[in-house]
Every structure is written in structure tokens, then in C-alpha cells.
């Protein structure tokens, strides 16, 4: 049974950092390409960073040159830096694979995220 398991989020200034963590259990970590994504309120779920197995990333460019993503396939736990944060960057984010996990019934799978304030 997949499960996904996001922590670190909070309320920070602008220009402020978090580091998000997630979990990962009941897939084979090593080989998946993972993600973050977010969820602004009255908006689409977004990938904003990715990581591939090997470890090429890629980010949106909302957020490239501020959100650093990285893994520890040792510990099947995927971790998002966020630095120089923006009122704009408030959403709730979420850990998946990319593509995002699917079980046997073919219903997209998610864990329950943590949300990120921006706000002074």
C-alpha cells in the first residue's frame, strides 16, 4: 500500500525558508521520478520541482533559482528547500511521482500535503 507522507510546512515571512520532507512508502523509491507540487486555493494542482532517479531535477520556472529539490534513496524520502519565499508561493504541497502514483483501480493517489504561508 502506497503512502506519502509530507512535513515542514508552516507559516513563514516573505524572503523566509522551509524545508519540506516527504516519506515514502509501498513504491519502489529508487526508481521513480519524483515531484512537488502545489495547490493554491481556486487553482490546479502544479509541478513546480522534479527529480528524476538518477538525479537530473528540473523546476518551474516560478520557482527555479528558489526551490532546491533532492532524495535519499536510503531513506525513500524526497525533500523540497524553498528559499527567498513569496506571498505567491502559498499553497498546499504535495510529494508524488511523476507521474503521480495510480493504484490497481487506476485512482490517482495523494497524500494529505502540508501547507505553506507566505505571509508578513
Known amino acids: 500500500q502506497v503512502q506519502l507522507v509530507e512535513s515542514g510546512g508552516g507559516l513563514v515571512q516573505p524572503g523566509g525558508s522551509l524545508r519540506l520532507s516527504c516519506a515514502a512508502s509501498?513504491?519502489?523509491?529508487?526508481?521513480?521520478?519524483m515531484g512537488w507540487y502545489r495547490q493554491a486555493p481556486g487553482r490546479q494542482r502544479e509541478l513546480v520541482a522534479r527529480i528524476a532517479s538518477g538525479g537530473v531535477t528540473s523546476y518551474a520556472d516560478s520557482v527555479k533559482g528558489r526551490f532546491t529539490i533532492s532524495r535519499d534513496n536510503a531513506k525513500n524520502t524526497v525533500y523540497l528547500q524553498m528559499n527567498s519565499l513569496k506571498p505567491e508561493d502559498t499553497a498546499v504541497y504535495y510529494c508524488?511521482?511523476?507521474?503521480?502514483?495510480?493504484?490497481?483501480?487506476?485512482?490517482?493517489?495523494w497524500g494529505q500535503g502540508t501547507q505553506v504561508t507566505v505571509a508578513s
Open positions: 508524488n511521482s511523476d507521474p503521480p502514483y495510480r493504484d490497481s483501480y487506476y485512482a490517482l493517489y
Open positions: 509501498g513504491i519502489i523509491f529508487s526508481i521513480k521520478a
